[in-house]
């Protein structure tokens, strides 16, 4: 089944994604605290306030959660628009209240960032951007006009121009860099979510195909017999009707039928019986059956299997899991993609580990990128430089996220590097001058028990599809 490409630049990405219930909570926090502050300033600190302007600034916010609490359900989540101009509202009752209160001489101006770091963690570039300026706006306007603070006894406390001109910079730096970096880390968490929700899709899809493999084996293995008996029977009737030729030709057909049964079923499943044995395999068994779509792609793919001189030569009996599979299968398929005649893939093992090694003789990895291999989406930024190279794949920069996500779920380590020095002269460049993928994993985590590997394999169970 194909998906849908997950695209951070799509418009609607990042719209419906505020509950309209969250801003009501946080408003009704904001309308607490905006009356404990006008209630204290001018009780305790005995500030001479327009009390009835206050009031009718935070009435404004009270009966605007109240028509919306009654308006809309409680789960209700605002559109793109929805969401800017309540933000919009609350960013303008905030500076209403400071310009009764002093301006930028209230250190409570502060707040005034809030509004606009939300809409960068929820909200498209365009409507942060909107409300940052009108935020950079208003705080200007209260800067030079607004309703000084004064004392009961007449004195207007003011801060020297010289602190309001700076902290008037330090709320518009602040605007832009909270605003930038709150946004910055909502969309790399945005993307790792919908990479992990594609890495989910993956691992599924190859769990089906898994499950579908065993059920086309055991429906093969359990039809042989009978069609081996309808071409025994088939053929000894070929034999006794040569007196009766349209009896014969039926026979006939029969065989032939029987014959392009066993032809399809020997096409859709190759791994023979569904039994226990095909949840683990020998080491090299797993690579291949990895690298088994990509061995006919033109390209030279070259194995090697080899314990170390002090180990025995018998090969590790691994977990044939899904995660295994797929997970090498991308990495094999990302050194295919971009090697220039030949891939090659080395299995070694020890006392304490496995270690699967592919690569190939490429360009290798892009210098300014290699330290961020395995980060979902890199691609998308090489999209257009790549396209020459690998005109038929259209990717969404998540294989090797994929990949690594998978096999690290499986318990390996993964490395990334390159096999050359891009600088080096044609004649000093290796075989193996491109990417080079090292995946390792205790034995411990991936190999089956030995007194399994040797015991009788149980009997078999119905797979659950």
């Known amino acids: 089944m194909a998906h849908p490409p997950l695209n951070l630049l799509n418009s609607k990405a990042r719209s419906e994604w505020v509950r309209l219930r969250t801003l009501i909570n946080l408003r009704?926090?904001?309308?607490v605290g905006q009356s404990g502050a006008v209630l204290f300033a001018s009780m305790r600190l005995q500030l001479t306030l327009d009390i009835g302007l206050c009031i009718l600034a935070i009435g404004a916010s009270i009966v605007f959660n109240i028509a919306s609490t009654l308006v809309y359900p409680e789960n209700k989540r605002l559109s793109e628009r929805e969401t800017m101009l309540t933000l919009l509202f609350d960013l303008s009752q905030l500076v209403f209240l400071l310009f009764l209160t002093g301006g930028l001489n209230n250190p409570?101006?502060?707040?005034?960032?809030?509004?606009?770091?939300?809409s960068a963690t929820a909200l498209r570039l365009q409507s942060t951007i909107f409300l940052g300026l009108m935020a950079i706006l208003l705080i200007s306007i209260v800067a030079n006009f607004h309703v000084p603070l004064r004392t009961q006894e007449g004195f207007i406390l003011k801060m020297p121009d010289l602190f309001v001109s700076g902290f008037w910079i330090s709320l518009v730096i602040g605007v832009v860099f909270l605003a930038g970096y709150a946004r910055r880390v909502a969309l790399e968490t945005h993307s790792m979510s919908q990479a992990l929700i594609a890495t989910q899709m993956a691992l599924s899809r190859e769990q089906k195909l898994t499950d579908l493999g065993g059920v086309v084996a055991a429906a093969a293995h359990e039809l042989g017999t009978p069609l081996a008996t309808i071409m025994l029977v088939s053929s000894e009737l070929l034999e006794e009707l040569d007196d009766h030729p349209d009896l014969k030709a039926d026979a006939q057909l029969i065989r032939d039928q029987a014959d392009r049964c066993r032809?399809?079923?020997r096409d859709m499943g190759r791994t023979g019986k569904?039994?226990?044995?095909?949840?683990?395999?020998p080491v090299s068994a797993v690579v291949r059956e990895a690298a088994e779509p990509h061995e006919g792609r033109g390209k030279e793919v070259h194995f090697s299997y080899a314990g170390k001189q002090t180990e025995p030569a018998r090969q590790p009996q691994i977990q044939r899991q899904p995660e295994i599979i797929h997970g090498l299968r991308n990495l094999i398929q990302n050194a295919v993609d971009f090697s220039t005649d030949n891939v090659w893939i080395d299995v070694h093992w020890t006392s304490d580990a496995i270690t699967v090694t592919v690569a190939d003789d490429g360009r290798g990895y892009p210098a300014d990128l290699?330290?961020?291999?395995?980060?979902?989406?890199?691609?998308?930024r090489r999209m257009d430089r790549e396209k020459s190279r690998r005109p038929e794949y259209e990717g969404m920069g998540l294989g090797l996220f994929i990949a690594k996500t998978l096999l690290e779920r499986s318990g390996a380590e993964i490395t990334f590097a390159n096999g050359s020095?891009?600088?080096?002269?044609s004649e000093e460049i290796p075989k193996r001058s491109g990417a080079i993928v090292e995946v390792v994993w205790p034995r411990a985590l991936i190999e089956l028990d030995a007194s399994k590997a040797h015991g009788p394999l149980g009997k078999n169970t119905p797979l659950q599809i």
């Open 28 to 31: 009704w926090l904001a309308i």
């Open 108 to 118: 409570l101006a502060l707040l005034i960032l809030a509004p606009v770091t939300i």
């Open 263 to 265: 032809d399809i079923l």
């Open 274 to 281: 569904d039994d226990m044995l095909l949840h683990n395999a």
């Open 370 to 380: 290699i330290g961020r291999i395995g980060d979902p989406f890199v691609r998308k």
């Open 421 to 425: 020095d891009p600088f080096l002269h």
